[in-house]
């Protein structure tokens, strides 16, 4: 059975591929910032008790990703899939310019950047002892250099910042055995992408389902979309 811990699950993308996953034998550690809100997830998780697990985790905070680690490694010594997909978009401080403000932009970077690389810090004992151990970082094609457009600054930034993180991480020595990738999982109709998106999220979480598991070493370092084809960095 597949142990698996995956971020922002109470909504969007997280909860839609948490859905696809229970589908597999896995056994799941779902975090949110405040659970006692998440009803769909708990709700979810209340289907599958023996499967599931809603831990809470506000990735900003230190202690709590510290927290929610010793609550994962109390129940297993060993995680085979790390998802790091909560994130934010920001607002307008850190879209439009002539309102950036720095707060917001730092902010954003590091919800979508620094966070995920400290959860994954965190986690590295857990994934050694994995089986087949994945890291995933859920980005976007705005983190990519070669993607052209204006505005959504602060964004567009923490998601190239983010895929920076699983290019190190993927070829850093004290992660060796650990696959590092990075996933843009489309334009959802999410609170994010909005309901003119071209995916729902169970389409996206479908699709990221089937490429997660194919995932190999041989992967380690690479920028994928949805459908499994590479993305240039």
């Known amino acids: 059975m597949q142990t698996i811990l995956i971020t922002g699950a109470n909504r969007g993308i997280g909860l839609a591929l948490m859905r696809q996953l229970l ?6 550690f779902a975090t949110c910032r405040a659970p006692e809100r998440a009803d769909a997830l708990n709700e979810l998780a209340q289907q599958r008790p023996e499967r599931a697990t809603v831990l809470q985790l506000d990735v900003n905070d230190e202690a709590s990703i510290e927290s929610a680690v010793a609550s ?15 994130g934010i978009g920001g607002d307008d401080s850190g879209r439009i310019l002539g309102q950036l403000t720095s707060d917001e932009v730092s902010h954003v970077i590091r919800t979508n950047a620094v966070s995920p690389l400290i959860l994954t810090q965190a986690c590295q004992k857990l994934l050694k002892n994995g089986d087949n151990p994945r890291v995933v970082m859920i980005s976007s094609g705005l983190g990519s250099l070669q993607r052209t457009g204006g505005t959504s600054y602060a964004y567009r930034m923490s998601k190239a910042a983010m895929n920076m993180a699983a290019r190190v991480l993927a070829f850093d020595s004290a992660m060796t055995g650990i696959t590092t990738v990075t996933m843009n999982p489309g334009w959802v109709q999410t609170d994010m992408g909005g309901p003119s998106a071209a995916l729902k999220p169970e389409e996206s979480g479908s699709a990221l389902r089937t490429l997660i598991k194919r995932l190999t070493p041989a992967d380690n370092g690479k920028f994928f979309q949805y459908d499994g084809s590479e993305l240039p960095w």
Not at 72 to 86: G, I, P
């Open 23 to 28: 589908q597999d034998d896995a056994r799941i």
């Open 72 to 86: 994962v490694a109390a129940k297993t010594d060993a995680l085979d899939l790390l998802v790091n997909n909560a």
